[in-house]
């Protein structure tokens, strides 16, 4: 990784192998990916990272009953996430595992540096824990029958000798940072939520787990009997990745870091994390993009007992890659829950055939049929025609000429469905179809045609980071397919003379 190629660095969560990746891990790498080729387009460099967290309590009791030998197990689960985001399209720069020596070589490093700091005690705990949540819980977190509201299983009481990492002495410092950085945790919504956790005093962060309950994990360097909490191993692969404490471009890159995670782990990542960077002498990450979940239709909760599960493999067989990507992007409601089926996939299926696919497939049988096979040309665009242009390519240029955010690659989505609603509006108030048998309309129909093919290339550029094959699939049927994708949406660029090229549908019809 060179420093100077780099002018973002994109994270996401790296996720629990005990289970099969799905639709909401799918979303976040693909969000990821689609911010990364928007920052391409816009002529930066990016660095994108995405992965697995291989140790703590719930992955070792996989482990244990899967019969398996750990190295073996945490591999095959690991693939199956990896081999998923390569097939959704994900360029990854760098596959985070946890169980990897060089990350776990920087989290004693780092156990060390706090250690001798003076920061982490040893003291004996008495407490409530939570396996799913891999945390202690207070009375106040649990629900009406003592158990987790997130995992609806009573926390074990447990009474041990652990170590500490003091987290008060730095909480007034986080709610200045928050404060003073507006923008810092995005949505405003989520920046205000970590306020009000910290409103009191924090406990301190029990960072070790005795060897005699938990083995799977990373070693504390200063007493082997114990392994460090996952949340303080995990978080730390944010910098492990960038070799943090070797390497003399941490910090440049580091400016540019951005966390993508969903609203369930905004405690570990918004107070313990910039806290443990704090400590470490390491500014925080430059800013947070915080999502919602997936719900199922109708606003219930996903699971294998209702069957409304949706599985990113199977809808990827049914609807391709690109229709899931647009579906995720173009659906996530900013700062809320957002629901998803199968049936609702297939809807925004075909949304895109009807808008983009049928439009492109007429236009270019009609270049094939009357018109040698050949961009006409654009000498006679009339004002209506030169407007709708100019407004689609002045709409892309607006979005394209902002930092990638949550806001904007939803706002490019929505764009996108607009820009094809109004290009097909146009053609049909236009009837080419009608012009092309008139020889006294040719003028006419050329322009008609241009205008239309000039506002699908613009189209099929602005996909490209939501759609990417289906964006090379328009460009190239246009004959102008890029080596890579830029953000230049200058007007009129498609050249008279072009060979257009009727290749197949870009969303065929699907079986119902
Ligand atoms: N291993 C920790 C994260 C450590 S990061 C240093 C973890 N793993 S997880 O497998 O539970 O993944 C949580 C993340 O998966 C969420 O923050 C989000 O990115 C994604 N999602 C999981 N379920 C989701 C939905 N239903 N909807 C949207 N995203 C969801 O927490």
Known sequence: MEKASIQKYITTPIYYLNGLPHIGHAYTSILGDVMKKFEQMRGNGVYYTTGTDEHGQKNQHSIEASGLAADEFLTRQSDNFRNLFVELGIDFDYFVRTSRPEHKKIVQEILQNIYDKGLIVKKSYEGLYCEGCEQFKKKSDLDENGCCPDHKAAPKAISEENYFFRLEPYRQWLIDYIKSHPDWIQPAKYANEVLGMLKEPLEDLCISRPKSRVWLGVELPFDHDYVTYIWFDALVNYISTLNYGHNPDFETVWAHSHHLIA?????????????????????????????????????????????????????????????????????????????????????????????????????????????????????????????????????????????????????????????????????????????????????????????????????????????????????ASLGVEPESFKADFKPFALPEGTEIKVGDPLFPMIEE
């Open 263 to 475: 609203k369930d782990i905004l405690k570990p990542h918004c107070i313990y994390w910039p806290i443990m960077l704090h400590a470490l002498g390491v500014v925080p990450v430059e800013h947070y993009f915080i999502h919602g979940y997936w719900i199922g239709e109708g606003g219930v909760k996903m699971s294998k007992s209702l069957g409304n599960v949706v599985d990113p493999a199977e809808v990827v067989r049914l609807l391709g890659v690109d229709a899931l990507r647009f579906y995720l992007i173009n659906n996530m409601t900013l700062g809320g829950d957002s629901q998803i089926s199968v049936a609702m996939l297939k809807q925004g299926y075909k949304m895109l055939a009807n808008n983009i696919g049928n439009l492109q497939m007429r236009v270019l049988k009609m270049v094939q049929k009357s018109l040698e096979g050949k961009v006409p040309s654009p000498a006679a665009l009339n004002e209506e025609d030169k407007a709708l242009v100019n407004d689609i390519a002045g709409r892309f240029e607006r979005i394209f000429g902002q930092e990638m955010s949550l806001e904007t690659v939803s706002e490019l989505a929505e764009s996108i469905v607009k820009a094809g609603d109004a290009v097909n509006a146009y053609f049909a108030a236009n009837t080419p179809w009608v012009l092309a048998k008139n020889p006294a309309e040719r003028a006419r129909f050329e322009a008609v045609v241009y205008t239309t093919l000039e506002c699908l290339r613009l189209i099929g550029l602005a996909m490209y980071p939501l759609t990417p094959a289906t964006a090379r699939k328009i460009e």
